[in-house]
């Protein structure tokens, strides 16, 4: 049986004009602000913080992913549309996708199946620029600062060696890590080493995603911490004069964006950060903006939830102050496998004895949720090589544990393939919800809260720090930083640094190469072994895969 791709199903799909999208979640058609047919940006006045509070957040996270990740983004909108169906007035809110895996080895971002949002083609390239308001901030200060340092008459004294502020480009583009700029001449500039990051790394998206309103939005750009002078005088963007005309171009990148999902349930889609190498969840503002107008909020956090959902809840909740009342843990029995030792060439092949091996990666997920004092569900996300005897051992263990596992056959059906799991969160929100907690504490110091984090979630015996991140925490405590929350930069291929660690690892401990210092977002990052902030292509680019005909249709494009 041939299955419709991706794209195909999306453009087979009749769309809804933004303005009835709205009309569901009671927002008028004069604050929509339209760009085109079905997709509007929403202004921040909609935020309701009474509102906010008796409404229901959800979160779906998953357990330690295979390279081509688990489907938390499909179960999202699957179990929005499921919902909706059983009744229940729902909005998923979901992060933006980065063009860098687009081309790369996904294709696409925007779910999959009969869990998707549209105008597919759309949110996956340009959307509505905000991703290009964020380079262009982000490298207008790139711009000012090295403009700064060949001026004679504004030179503020900046040590071009202690430049932490690095260009960014949304694209894999692994050339561009280390580079030298200001060749050619006194005309073109002072030599010095720069470097790329890929946009969802840049700290002008992690301040986009924490900012609560215009006014914090410019407060922190103002804070983000460039360098030091020669005399060791540290150096910020409003030392620039720089956080007016940043701010000026991310005017319009801070309204979320409502689009729609294939059912025509409302979708706002905001911010796009990476979670191995950032925050890895959408903005403050749209979490905000979704339980402004629904009943039931339902996002993502990227890769697994050692990774997306420890930020999702230690930085953006604790920040925030929201209460997620549920988090869904997808699993695949395909990762089941994988974690259970399956080589790559049998993930598809049914196999009890791995699943029964791997499930130790989903039952140390499981404990994780429950350190943040709320419940979890397991949603069980289908494929059609998944056998009878491995789904129901995984719930059978699931059940053990106290948590109910459910299959979702979002991708499949739809709505109707998630009500199951829709009633199951529904259950937790109304009889088992609870008032999170996060794992530190951000007055603790740098170093505890590093050490808790990889000892509670990662299950690690301790962590080593090398010299560079030891002389960073030095330099963190001289400028100030230390109340700062801590957003690991680690690996999502396991719960230690090293990628080879699949399951449940045990008697290993983490290095710390260094920490970043993200002063605007107002959290520090640790970077972990070998991970870095602007990916590399593989060998054969998603993008190779695409076409476009005369009349504009895109395939090839999921």
């Known amino acids: ?150 001026s004679k008459t504004k030179n503020l004294g900046l040590d071009g060696r202690t430049i932490a502020w690095k260009r ?22 002072i030599p010095r080493q720069d470097g790329f990051n890929i946009t969802p790394a840049s700290e002008v998206m992690a301040i986009l995603c924490m900012a609560t309103d215009f006014k914090d939005l410019k407060q922190r750009l103002g804070d983000i911490f460039v360098g030091f002078t020669f005399d060791k005088k540290p150096i910020f963007a409003r030392d620039l004069k720089a956080e007016n005309a940043m701010a000026i171009l991310l005017k319009d990148a801070i309204k979320p964006n409502l689009v729609q999902t294939l059912e025509k349930n409302p979708a706002i889609i905001h911010g796009g950060p990476f979670a191995n190498i950032a925050q890895g969840t959408n903005t403050i503002i749209a979490t905000k903006m979704g339980l402004s107008v629904s009943n039931y909020v339902v996002t993502e956090a990227g890769f697994g939830a050692d990774l997306g959902a420890e930020k999702f809840l230690d930085i953006k909740c604790a920040s925030a102050g929201l209460n997620p009342k549920c988090v869904v843990l997808v699993a695949t029995i395909r990762a089941l496998r994988h974690h259970g030792g399956s080589p790559k060439e049998a993930y598809n092949t049914p196999s009890l004895e791995r699943v029964k091996n791997g499930f130790t990666n989903l039952e140390k997920h499981i404990e994780n949720i429950r350190k943040f004092n709320i419940e979890p569900v397991v949603a069980i996300n289908a494929f059609t090589n998944d056998s009878g005897e491995e789904i129901a051992f995984i719930k059978e263990k699931c059940a053990s544990l106290g948590v109910q596992a459910v299959v979702s056959e979002g991708w499949a059906k739809g709505g109707n393939g998630t009500q199951d799991l829709a009633k199951a969160v529904v259950n937790v929100v109304e009889n088992k919800a609870t008032t999170f907690k996060p794992i530190y504490d951000w007055k603790a110091p740098v170093k505890e809260k590093i050490e808790t984090i990889a000892r509670e979630i990662y299950g690690a015996d301790g962590v080593d720090f090398d010299r560079k991140a030891i002389l960073n925490m030095k330099r963190i405590d001289r400028l100030g930083f230390n109340d700062f929350a801590i957003c690991m930069a680690k690996t999502q291929k396991s719960f230690s640094d090293n990628d080879k660690l699949i399951g449940r690892p045990t008697g290993f401990r983490v290095t710390v190469r260094e920490i970043e210092i993200a002063a605007g977002a107002r959290f520090l990052i640790p970077i972990l072994g070998k991970m870095m902030r602007m990916p590399g292509l593989p060998a054969t680019p998603a993008s190779e895969g695409m076409t476009i005909d005369n009349n504009g249709v895109i395939s090839g494009l999921s």
């Open 168 to 189: 960014v480009i949304d694209m894999n583009d692994r050339a561009l890590r280390d580079i030298t700029i200001g060749l050619g001449g006194t005309a073109n500039g």
């Open 1 to 150: 049986m041939a299955y419709q791709t991706d794209i195909e199903i999306a453009q087979s799909t009749k769309l809804q004009h933004i303005r009835e999208i709205a009309e569901k979640i009671n927002i008028a058609e004069e604050d929509l602000e339209y760009y085109g047919k079905y997709k509007a940006k929403l202004p921040l006045n909609l935020i309701d913080e009474n509102k906010i509070k008796q409404n229901n957040l959800i979160l779906v996270t998953a357990l330690t992913p295979t390279p081509a990740g688990e489907g938390k983004t499909t179960v999202s909108i699957g179990l929005t549309e499921g919902l909706n169906k059983i009744g229940k007035q729902a909005t998923v809110v979901l992060r933006e996708p980065s063009l860098g895996p687009v081309f790369g080895i996904k294709g696409g971002a925007a779910g999959g199946g009969h869990s998707q949002v549209v105008p597919m083609e759309d949110i996956n390239l340009h959307f509505t620029g905000d991703f290009n308001a964020v380079e262009k901030a982000n490298n207008l200060l790139s711009a000012l600062i090295d403009n700064n340092l060949q």
